[in-house]
DNA sequence: GAGATCAATGCAATCGATTGCATGAGTTTC
DNA sequence: GAAACTCATGCAATCGATTGCATTGATCTC
């Protein structure tokens, strides 16, 4: 029996005749045989594989997502490759992977890069298949999955504000090259719409660390005229402030109330239970994967770049009390 | 030019002459070549390439584990393909990735994987390269980097006895098959060695996860008689309890002291900040994933099975405090 | 019954990098 | 100056699955 008829058995059964199907099957089960995907691969142009980039898989919040993808992904016959953070020319680690056909797609969680950079790269003349999925997308050419990260920091100060609260601060996730911060600005226009004082003293920059949050308690700690409740750019920074402001004797939600982002594990058993606004991260992983592998395997109805944003949920917990009035 | 001139100039370079050398260089630089992997697999029969398996990506604990790895393997030109947990029949699904030469090695992180199931599986005739790392490994004939599970946790049940606690609870995670936890032995047996009592209905099942933290505390408060101590099997499910314990009005430290396991990024930030083992997680990654490449490269001394054990560390914290006689 | 149609299968080229062997040019040795 | 040797490079086979085309044998049509 010649290669050919096995390989039209395990791709097309159609074609072989039932007899000769069997005996393969048997075979197949006999010997364990299993395709050899490196020379698929080569054949096919199609590795199978989908690569990953987010900055810092240890961080709860990408572990999370990357959870999901494997999850999507393996259950749709695809193997997951990950790398961390993209260097400095991202471009040319890329293209270690696509031009030389280790993967068929990207999945982009990392928001730091610059995307511009990545257009010129592509996979066999075509551009590089790729979903982003991060805060801030300012690049529309590109398909994407975010949640409505404006509008939920809105939420947020408006769930503070309907405590009572007016001093509100923020500590903010670091800005993406010349692009604000998405969260920053949705504080700056409930603020702004609620005519509330925006103090430029508080708000912090912060970089999504525990480490981040706990500088901001010091910071906080040490002002003469503190805000009453502090809107945080996630849940990690949250707590370290949490954590930190006690240790200045400053109690949150008795002294402060904070709310943070993302509602990641910890949040819901942290003391004070942490207020947050969930992000739907099992969702984004499992959507960005599906998207990218219907767009490389060309199911898709439109050429227009897929946009899907998901929605965020206000979990009210006890790190955010009514303003006690002095 | 010829293509095994390319070729070599890629991979021997002292084989070419300088000038054809620079010749090669040069063309790479213009034309953006990049090495086909899945030709060079096929021809190499090594993918460059290892698979890692392990329960739950999401769970802090691996998550660190598997950034440690990708940074590691990265370094060394190799990719890291995922999976999650292995399903019922992990011989069958392992040969998908290495008999089908997708993958040159696998490290193991799931203990729940019989791994008497695996020594049938091999890639190209030999047997599967493969490192494991988990908290327990009865079979020797295993590659494995692991922690001083038992020692440690004899350490955690000896912190709360140096602090005059002799009423020690335990929750412990799950037993593997029909082997105790480590952790759980451990506990034992320095309970033993101090003459404690062992008061069965003291130790309880947990899953690792924060849920059975919380199970526990819920059956803890509804004791008549309640230990004044628990090592808990990990953090997580430390953070769990404590958490609910509050709800019932038993305080950490004031009424109840606990001690985790792993030291997983918000144990220091919680409140109270959690006494616990500190597990070394990147360089459990990095090691196992080293020694791992060593194999496959065929660089190592010896041909018994490597076994690298990690001491963990005690970090004293806010838990964990000295027994208040009533 | 001769030619047309169809299903099942084999043949052989292909994907791209690697590598043992062969070739040829240049250098050394006696 | 001829044999021996070295070095750089090309030739061609190889890895294993896929697939257009060819072949074979069987069934159908008029």
């Not at 096919?44 to 199978?48: E, I, S, Y």
């Given at each position: 029996m010649s290669a050919a008829t096995v390989s039209r058995v395990l791709s097309?059964?159609?074609?072989?005749s039932e007899a000769t199907r069997d005996r393969v099957n048997q075979a197949v089960r006999e010997t364990g045989y299993a395709i050899n995907q490196a020379a698929r691969t080569l054949r096919?142009?199609?590795?199978?594989t989908i690569l990953t980039a987010m900055p810092?898989?240890?961080n709860p919040f990408y572990s999370t997502i990357l959870e999901a993808v494997v999850a999507e992904a393996t259950s749709r016959g695809y193997g997951v490759l990950v790398t961390g953070r993209l260097g400095d020319d991202p471009a040319r680690w890329l293209s270690d992977y696509f031009l030389s056909n280790r993967a068929d797609g990207l999945l982009l969680f990392?928001?730091?890069?610059?995307?511009?950079?990545?257009?010129?790269i592509s996979g066999q003349g075509a551009a590089l298949p790729m979903v982003a999925a991060y805060d801030?997308?300012?690049?529309?050419?590109i398909n994407s999955v975010i949640t409505d990260n404006l509008q939920a920091a809105e939420r947020a100060v408006q769930h503070l504000y309907d405590l009572g609260h007016r001093r509100i601060g923020h500590i903010s996730g670091p800005s993406r090259n010349t692009f604000p911060n998405e969260r920053l600005v949705g504080y700056r226009k409930a603020m702004f719409e609620h005519r509330l004082d925006v103090r430029e003293d508080w708000i912090l920059a912060g970089d999504y660390t525990m480490e981040s949050g706990k500088a901001a308690a010091d910071y906080f700690a040490g002002l003469k005229e503190r805000p009453t409740a502090i809107f945080s750019g996630n849940d990690e920074m949250a707590i370290g402030l949490i954590a930190t402001l006690r240790r200045h004797d400053i109690e949150c939600p008795r002294d402060i109330s904070v709310i943070g982002f993302d509602?990641?594990?910890?949040a819901q058993n942290y003391a004070p239970a942490l207020t947050t606004m969930r992000q739907p991260r099992e969702q984004i992983g499992r959507i960005a994967t599906e998207t990218l592998i219907n767009i490389l395997e060309g199911n898709r109805t439109s050429l227009d770049p897929v946009r899907v944003v998901l929605r965020s949920e206000l979990m009210v917990r006890e790190s955010t009390a009514p303003l006690h009035r002095p």
């Open positions: 097309n059964p159609s074609r072989v096919m142009q199609r590795a199978k810092g898989i240890g990392d928001g730091f890069l610059d995307t511009r950079r990545l257009h010129g801030e997308l300012p690049d529309p050419q509602d990641i594990g910890v």
